[in-house]
């Protein structure tokens, strides 16, 4: 009887191992993060939405929760349960934006914190939304929404942090100051605008009214501080943080553009031991080809890492242009294609761009952000623009959390 017993629990172990491999296939077979023979054939497009997202993440809190597992202490962080209500209801211009952070990422009090930056990334590129403008939900940890102080905390690890590429990119970088500032009119210079354009520029319209808004979009951190250093809510801090971007869409890379990286990766690097770190955003510009973008991460890489001091630390990541921009579309429209047809495009084109990067930067030791499934599903704009001021908050929010794991 007793070696019956043994058997059966053998068996028992045995079935339950095979079960449990055959879910976990199963669940990898359908998630859009898999990137290794992916067939962009499982995206299915429809009038209405453009596309319906493959794989339902309605239980993503519980999944997370399942897959908790133990990650270490980030000092700039809090214990989670998460406080209810809105983080930035305390911003100026509240009352015109009416934006919570609740809309832009769930906050599950059940999901771990995200412990390491590979664990972040994979979360965030394989999360997705229930429906379309939904907030985003991550798919196991969880990233972690920073308050000011929080924020300004992480940004002082480095001893400058650069933001390299498109107007894309762009966008995020200006973004960060809605954060920083504590205003929702923050991603602009207002006041080098009259007051008719300072609403112009305001809430979503600083991201969608580009002819007006781009040229007085945040550049440089300094030019905040310049202005009134009270304007950033980092207590204290005034220059020790240098936060920069800097426009290079296009490869050959300009002369003009090298020079002026090359004295910022310099600039009082021998003088401060922080490490440094390098966002990357590319692929609009060039109709999302990858080899293109490659050569492009290469160049840049190369003067950085020759201007860098050799024992300064540096960190890098490259941040995904996501499901779609307007001139993309606009380019790729031919006479025997609609509107629609052209967007159908860009979004497989665009998502099969951003797992070819991904699989690149597992070549080169390259951190990669991917944002298509946290973009494909938002509210398009005119002309299939998903850069709206909800989105660019969640993707600096992601490049933060970045930020804290590796700093």
């Excluded at 798919?139 to 940004?155: A, E, F, G, I, K």
């Excluded at 967007?343 to 099969?352: A, E, R």
Aim: net charge negative.
């Amino acid at each position: 009887m007793k070696l019956f017993k043994q058997k059966v629990i053998a068996i028992a172990i045995i079935l339950g191992f095979v079960i449990c491999v055959g879910f976990s296939y199963s669940f990898r077979a359908h998630d859009l993060s898999t990137h290794e023979g992916h067939d962009s054939a499982a995206i299915q497009f429809d009038s209405k939405h453009f596309y319906t997202y493959y794989g339902d993440h309605s239980d993503n809190s519980a999944a997370a929760a399942a897959a908790a597992t133990k990650t270490k202490t980030v000092a700039s962080r809090m214990k989670l349960p998460l406080e209810p209500g809105n983080l930035m209801d305390h911003f100026a211009n509240i009352g015109r934006c009416n934006v919570s952070n609740d809309e832009i990422i769930v906050r599950s009090e059940t999901a771990v914190l995200c412990g390491n930056a590979h664990d972040l990334l994979e979360s965030i590129s394989s999360g997705g939304r229930t429906d379309i403008g939904a907030p985003f939900y991550p798919r196991s940890c969880s990233p972690w929404w920073y308050q000011t102080d929080q924020l300004c905390s992480v940004l002082a690890k480095f001893s400058k942090i650069l933001f390299i590429g498109d107007e894309l990119l762009h966008a995020v970088f200006s973004s960060l100051f809605i954060l920083l500032r504590e205003d929702f009119h923050g991603a602009v210079r207002q006041w080098n605008l009259d007051s008719l354009n300072q609403l112009t520029c305001g809430c979503e319209n600083g991201f969608v009214n580009l002819e007006t808004c781009a040229n007085v979009s945040v550049t440089n951190i300094d030019d905040v501080w310049a202005r009134d250093p009270s304007l950033i809510r980092c207590k204290n801090m005034v220059g020790s943080m240098r936060l920069q971007f800097h426009a290079i869409p296009a490869h050959p890379i300009e002369d003009a553009a090298v020079a002026k990286l090359i004295a910022a990766v310099k600039d009082d690097t021998s003088l401060d031991e922080r490490p440094i770190a390098v966002v990357f955003g590319h692929g609009v510009n060039n109709l999302f080809d990858d080899a293109i973008t490659a050569r492009w991460i290469v160049a840049l890489h190369a003067i950085i890492v020759t201007s860098l001091q050799s024992d300064v630390k540096l960190h890098e990541i490259f941040l995904s242009s996501g499901a779609v921009d307007p001139s993309v579309a606009t380019a790729m429209a031919r006479d025997d294609h609609d509107d629609k047809s052209a967007l159908q495009q860009v979004l497989k084109l665009s998502q099969t761009f951003e797992h070819r990067i991904i699989s690149l930067g597992k070549n080169i030791n390259l951190d990669v952000l991917g944002t298509w499934n946290a973009t494909a599903r938002t509210k398009f704009a005119s002309g299939g623009i998903h850069d709206t001021m909800k989105t660019n908050l969640l993707k600096s929010m992601m490049v933060i959390n970045w930020l804290d794991l590796v700093g």
